[in-house]
């Protein structure tokens, strides 16, 4: 059964740091993307960041390049995004998403079949 699983999500101070955690089961896991993508109250979800499974390609988007960092690592069938210097705009609920599919950008929500259940990342000021 395909599962992702996300964890790490809380409450920090501005400037403070996250570390989110994706654990993924179910795949074949050499073929696959796996992005972050997060949605605040009010708003359209937005891309965050992803990385290929094999290989070294990953992907962020403007608003959070140079302060997270997305991983994997293959022996825990784990995606983490660490987040450092969070700002009160960067509160949502966090999803993991993976893709099959070999076309289609990185940061292209429709691209991604599965879906975490999301976690709650709350920055205060």
């Known amino acids: 059964q395909v599962q992702l699983v996300e964890s790490g999500g809380g409450l920090v101070q501005a400037g403070g740091s996250l570390r989110l955690s994706c654990a993924a089961s179910?795949?074949?896991?050499?073929?696959?993307?796996v992005g972050w993508f997060r949605q605040a109250p009010g708003k359209e979800r937005e891309f965050v960041a992803a990385?290929?499974?094999?290989?070294?390609?990953?992907a962020y988007s403007e608003s959070v390049e140079g302060r997270f960092t997305i991983s994997r690592d293959r022996s825990k069938n784990t995606v983490g995004l660490q987040m450092n210097s969070l700002k009160p705009e960067d509160t949502a609920v966090y999803y993991c998403?993976?893709?099959?599919?070999?076309?289609?950008?990185?940061?292209?929500?429709?691209?991604?079949?599965?879906w975490g259940q999301g976690t709650q990342v709350t920055v205060s000021p």
């Open positions: 990385i290929r499974w094999s290989g070294n390609s990953a």
């Open positions: 179910g795949f074949i896991f050499g073929n696959i993307r």
């Open positions: 998403a993976a893709s099959t599919r070999t076309a289609g950008t990185y940061s292209d929500s429709s691209i991604y079949a599965r």
